[in-house]
């Protein structure tokens, strides 16, 4: 009796998983115009670690249709990350032109993380990490999901926005530079 029970535990458990499994498959499929799906991006962004060596910087950028926005861009070494730069600003709506309304730099390791406002001190590989396991995973039925790379396959944008929603949705990661040290 106890190896019937066994056998039915361990068939219901391999089911519920596989059926999982096909869902965050399909969560996986996305694919951004430059023909990359999360999956062949992250291989393309190992690959281009090894290649190109694991330094780079990046910068995120926050926009809203009210016209505030803000770019923090963080500079990693040999997989660490050691700086990170922050702006706010407000965009003229007659000209288009910034002007900025706070800023700071943390160029030490005590600094790194100190400030409030900007985005999180993170290499790419953590944010691979969160597009997968914050992002990509939200209910396809309800949410747009977006996820694109750069040409050379690095993750550039991942989140979501629910359907529907009209100003400022967008919840998830925007890359608007990315360059190689």
């Known amino acids: 009796m106890k190896k019937l029970y066994l056998?039915?535990?361990?068939?219901v458990t391999f089911v519920l998983n596989s059926c999982s499994l096909d869902t965050m498959q399909s969560k996986l499929d996305v694919e951004g115009e430059h023909g990359y799906d999360f999956r062949e991006s992250r291989a393309a962004w190992k690959d281009l670690k090894r290649e190109q060596g694991n330094s780079y910087t990046y910068t995120i950028l926050?926009?809203?249709?009210?016209?505030y926005g803000s770019e923090t861009t963080i500079e990693v070494e040999e997989g660490k990350v050691k700086k990170r730069y922050y702006v706010a600003f407000i965009?003229?709506?007659e000209?288009?032109?910034?002007?900025?309304?706070e800023t700071y730099e943390e160029n030490t390791k005590k600094e790194l993380g100190s400030h409030a406002s900007g985005a999180p001190p993170y290499t790419i590989d953590h944010l691979?990490?969160?597009?997968?396991?914050?992002?990509?995973?939200?209910?396809?039925?309800?949410?747009?999901?977006f996820f694109d790379t750069n040409d050379d396959g690095v993750m550039m944008l991942c989140g979501y926005m629910p359907v529907g929603c009209q100003d400022d949705c967008f919840r998830g990661i925007k890359i608007s530079e990315f360059n190689w040290k």
């Open 62 to 67: 926050v926009q809203s249709w009210t016209g």
């Open 91 to 93: 965009i003229s709506e």
């Open 128 to 145: 691979y990490t969160t597009c997968l396991s914050k992002y990509l995973t939200v209910d396809h039925e309800t949410n747009k999901i």
């Open 95 to 101: 000209d288009g032109s910034r002007t900025v309304t």
């Open 7 to 11: 056998i039915f535990v361990l068939s």
